[in-house]
């Protein structure tokens, strides 16, 4: 049995790492800052190896990091993400994360890409709702192209029950937001609301621009003129609101009742195709969407190295048609491409 480490294990999200790594057959160890959270945590996962580490203590990352892979689900990631993935690369095993954050993504893309390449190993920000799911399925709308003239993600969420870390990354995470602008990543200019027409039962609803760490992950292998990121307003008043609860457990498996839908429509020359996700709970549906990543590293199917964006590193279709047997409604829409496998045209992946 492989080991994964998570990194953060007790947090809300680590806790949904943690159980679909076991029902995957994988073994996790649990990690993290908090000795005494990760033995709280151990009571529920009994016989899982513990090994605390802090950020700040080199020797201990070194030690804790002895596995097949490590994911990190510890936020706010503009201060865990560089220190976890530097001492994963330097153990020489797999790193992943599960950042929403686009500075911290952008920093591993800019300054670990030749140690991960000559460690032979995979660094992979963002593998997660926010981040990876979008650019899977901007990936897999281009259907083989990596080119495009207008990326478009739209996401609407019924509500947003924050995290309490959610909460401390939005204080934390203070820096300008970036969107792809004439091809290059550049600084969000603020624009008034729009509208959006999600498919049912979201439908129409208001948007604003709001760029999380897919830009950085879509730019670093998709080639496109406009690639801009939409919300939902209502779910950011919910987000905005300091009496908003946490999240409420409504089944066996810990997930809320919140529903959400990523809605993402590629641009080329030759025509338009749209792909939408949509699911139950946005921090439980990281799970599985990180360690589908993850098993197919291990696994062999997924053997590029180097700091790699979802779309660069996996199959995007593939993994969106797995995803789509049990955690995701997957549909796809619009004119055909020339290129690769697509997910079925106007059905479930």
């Known amino acids: 049995m492989q080991r994964v480490v998570v990194y953060g294990a007790y947090g809300h999200t680590g806790q949904f ?3 679909e790594l076991l029902r995957r057959g994988l073994e996790p160890v649990l990690s993290g800052r908090d000795a005494d959270r990760l033995a ?3 009571s529920r996962f009994p016989g899982l190896d513990q090994r605390p580490a802090a950020i700040d203590d ?3 990352l070194a030690a804790a990091l002895d596995g097949a892979a490590v994911i990190n689900t510890a936020g706010p990631f503009l201060d865990t993400a560089a220190p976890v993935a530097t001492a994963a690369v330097r153990a020489g095993v797999h790193y992943l994360d599960v950042s929403a954050e686009q500075g911290a993504a952008a920093a591993l893309h800019r300054e670990l890409a030749a140690d991960a390449r000559a460690a032979g190993v995979a660094v992979v920000p963002a593998m997660a709702f926010f981040g990876g799911l ?3 399925l901007a990936t897999a709308a281009l259907d ?4 495009a003239e207008e990326i478009t993600v739209a996401i609407a969420l019924d509500r947003w029950w924050p995290t309490e870390g959610t909460r401390l990354t939005g204080r934390r995470n ?6 792809v602008t004439d091809g290059r990543l550049a600084p969000l200019v603020a624009a008034p609301p729009t509208t959006w027409s999600f498919p049912t039962p979201f439908d129409e609803q208001e948007v604003v621009d709001l760029p999380f760490s897919e830009i950085i992950t879509m730019a670093s292998h998709l080639q496109a003129t406009t690639i801009r990121s939409l919300f939902a307003a209502t779910a950011l008043r919910d987000l905005r609101d300091p009496d908003t609860p946490t999240p409420e457990a409504v089944d066996a498996d810990g997930r809320s009742a919140q529903r959400f839908v990523v809605d993402v429509v590629a641009r080329t020359a030759d025509g338009e195709r749209r792909v939408t996700a949509s699911g139950q709970d946005i921090y439980a549906v990281t799970a599985p969407i990180v360690v589908e990543a993850v098993a197919r590293i291990l696994d062999g199917r997924a053997s590029a190295v180097g700091v790699l964006a979802p779309g660069a590193l996996l199959d995007a279709a593939d993994v969106l048609h797995a995803l789509g047997r049990e955690h995701l409604t997957v549909a796809v829409s619009g004119a055909a491409m020339a290129g690769n496998r697509s997910p079925r045209e106007g059905s479930d992946a």
């Open 40 to 42: 709280e945590l151990g």
């Open 134 to 136: 979008a650019d899977l």
């Open 144 to 147: 083989g192209r990596t080119t």
């Open 17 to 19: 790492v943690t159980a």
């Open 58 to 60: 080199p020797a201990a």
């Open 174 to 179: 203070t820096a300008t937001r970036l969107v």
